[in-house]
């Protein structure tokens, strides 16, 4: 199992891959005022999504505070690789 952070055209996305399975399970995008964020969630959570981060890394640690892939693989220690990657 593995989470990772992967350009996308405006922004970046967190996946987390288990075997041949891929979820995204929030992201980042690029804006006129800044950056827009969202951590995956299924029930109506508003405040899991925020507009005009300052920075593309303060945007990022928003998303991971809440552990989104939880709701995949309940609670569990696991380390998101630093490196983002490039789509497939």
């Keep these: ?6 350009f996308t055209k405006k ?3 967190l996946n987390l891959k288990n075997e041949d399975q891929l979820e995204m ?13 969202f951590a995956k969630t299924f029930s109506m959570t508003p405040e899991r999504a ?3 981060f ?3 890394d303060i945007a990022k640690e928003f998303v991971e505070s809440f552990k989104p892939w939880e709701l995949y693989t ?6 998101i690789d630093p490196e983002v990657r490039n789509p497939l």
Excluded: L
């Design 11 to 13: 922004g970046q996305k």
């Design 25 to 37: 399970i929030g992201g980042v995008r690029e804006t006129k005022s800044g950056y827009d964020a």
């Design 74 to 79: 309940g609670p569990i220690e696991i380390t």
């Design 50 to 52: 925020q507009k005009g």
């Design 1 to 6: 199992m593995e989470i990772y952070w992967e």
């Design 54 to 56: 300052p920075s593309m």
